[in-house]
């Protein structure tokens, strides 16, 4: 089945702690994303990538930092610059340079900081 | 700068009649716009979208309007399902050149409950 994984579904983090979410997809896509979602907020671009070895920042990466090492694997390592990671944090990939394309999500992790 | 405005976050309907979600955006350069349905503690699914270069797009019980005067686009659902409660995310992003960038700019939603 082709799609987009992400794990783990549910992670803890102490306070002080760099995490890393892991983003795996099979789909072929060449674009790659990072999202963050918070209550009444919508969901707002972190990272992406659209081929392998470069990324841009999105609208708020600061305290967020990525790898694209692999077209298949986007991680996303929250560090402990990032004054409020408690959210639920989404992935998607797309097709890129193709028209009227649509992005596929993963099911998401939420992270709580503890 | 908030680009992409969804300024209902809540509908209540009755099971069987139409539902209207509404999202208006602010950037004249992005050229396709999508539609995603997201339950809770899961990832969006894609619903329906629209070119800029049409009006109205269908697919089933769901129907996207677009408006590119008003800077506005609306999907209704006809009939209504219970199934169908869910938040509603509206989604807007760039083409140039025939090229589309996947990287979207979303609404903050609609949390909409249909009622049997």
């Known amino acids: 089945d082709g799609g987009i994984t992400q794990s783990p579904k549910y992670l803890f983090r102490k306070e002080g702690q760099n995490v890393t979410l892991s983003c795996e997809q099979n789909l072929n896509h060449d674009a790659m994303y990072w999202y963050r979602q918070d209550p009444g907020q919508g969901l707002r671009l972190i990272y992406y990538?659209?081929?392998?070895?470069?990324?841009q920042k999105g609208d708020i990466a600061e305290g967020y930092s990525v790898s694209r090492e692999k077209k298949e694997s986007f991680p996303l390592t929250v560090t402990s610059a990032q004054k409020n990671p408690t959210a639920f944090y989404l992935c998607?990939?797309?097709?890129?340079?193709?028209?009227?394309?649509?992005?596929?999500f993963g099911q998401g992790t939420r992270l709580t900081v503890v | 700068d908030q680009q992409v405005k969804q300024n209902s976050p809540s509908l209540s309907v009755q099971e069987g009649r139409i539902s209207i979600l509404n999202c208006d955006y602010t950037n004249s350069m992005f050229d396709y716009f999508l539609w995603y349905k997201k339950y809770p503690a899961e990832g969006p699914t894609f619903l329906i979208s629209?070119?800029?270069?049409?009006d109205k797009n269908e697919d089933g019980r769901f129907t996207v309007f677009l408006n590119k005067s008003a800077k506005h686009l609306s999907l209704h659902i006809v009939p209504s399902q219970p199934g169908d409660s869910a938040v509603y995310f509206c989604a807007a992003s760039l083409e140039a050149g025939g090229t589309s960038y996947g990287k979207l700019t979303f609404g903050q939603g609609t949390i909409l409950t249909v009622h049997p």
């Open positions: 990538s659209q081929i392998v070895n470069d990324f």
């Open positions: 998607a990939s797309s097709m890129w340079g193709a028209l009227n394309t649509e992005a596929f």
């Open positions: 629209i070119s800029s270069i049409k």
